[in-house]
């Protein structure tokens, strides 16, 4: 069985970060392990509290993983300060692991702040050039160049020059957009889209960490990556179509429907 490793969040709220990932994870037939950087107290409605876990015990929960159950694919989500960026750059690059999605975490679905500023500079430095596939949306990509990203031609040049920061594929997430979202991918110098029409719901938390997580889980299957970024569009569309609708604020989105709507008992 092919194993993940997220080092990522923990969200009480249980529709983001460590245990949206871990949820992901199971749905699509790969044992999940962890890496707790930050501990939140949030729900659909937002976020109340932020502890961020020790350095050494971050870097001591990656190593405890790497040197045991070996990951065949590793998801980075919330990561917050600078000095957890640069512990969580010098694992991956020590137990040399390969297949990374990075999530550039910033401000969650409520408009709380999950990065702070002065570790934005760390992750370009230090993680965007460890990446396999980095995913962020639109947002994020403004943060990252410095500029409006707003359109489908906008996020294929942002994609582009992110690639041009170190990841070997971007992949510049729609969902902000006013109309349909159209995730743009540059991998391999190609230009790719992948189109979903847009579904009328509040249920939308965790959406960016549910989806990062797919496209780790399929490359840990040994999908390609243009192939793992599709079906990991198609499990995320799916997830917010059946999402259950709990919570008053963006609720999460169902991360078992799968089996749910093919009638496996779960």
């Not at 000095?83 to 690059?93: G, S």
């Not at 910033?106 to 993680?127: F, Q, T």
């Not at 889209?193 to 997580?213: D, E, L, M, Q, V």
């Not at 599709?230 to 179509?241: F, H, P, Q, S, V």
């Amino acid at each position: 069985m092919k194993s993940v490793l997220t080092i990522a969040g923990s969200d009480s709220g249980g529709g983001a970060g460590i245990q949206a990932d871990l949820k992901t994870f199971e749905a699509l037939g790969v044992f999940g392990t962890c890496a707790i950087t930050a501990v939140t107290a949030q729900n659909t409605v937002g976020v109340s509290a932020i502890h961020e876990v020790p350095v050494a015990v971050v870097a001591a929960q990656i190593d405890a993983v790497a040197t045991d159950v070996r990951p065949d694919a590793v998801k980075v989500g919330m990561l917050a300060g600078a000095a957890i960026v640069e512990a969580v750059a010098d694992a991956l690059v020590r137990h040399r692991l390969h297949h990374v999605v990075v999530d550039p975490v910033m401000v969650a679905k409520s408009g709380d702040r999950l990065l702070l500023p002065e570790a934005v500079e760390a992750l370009i430095r230090r993680l965007l050039p460890l990446a396999t596939v980095l995913t962020p949306n639109l947002p994020e990509a403004e943060v990252l160049l410095g500029r409006p990203v707003l359109t489908v031609a906008d996020q294929e040049a942002a994609a582009r020059d992110i690639a041009a920061l170190g990841p070997r594929a971007v992949v510049v997430k729609g969902g902000h957009s006013a109309g349909d979202p159209v995730d743009v991918l540059f991998a391999e110098e190609a230009l790719r889209h992948y189109s979903a029409a847009r579904i009328a719901t509040r249920s939308t938390h965790g959406t960016g960490c549910t989806f990062s997580s797919a496209i780790a889980a399929n490359l840990a299957l040994g999908m390609p990556v243009a192939e793992a970024v599709g079906a990991a569009k198609r499990y995320l569309t799916g997830a917010i179509a059946n999402a259950p609708g709990l919570g008053s604020g963006h609720g999460p989105v169902d991360h078992g429907w799968q089996r749910r709507t093919s009638g496996v008992p779960t």
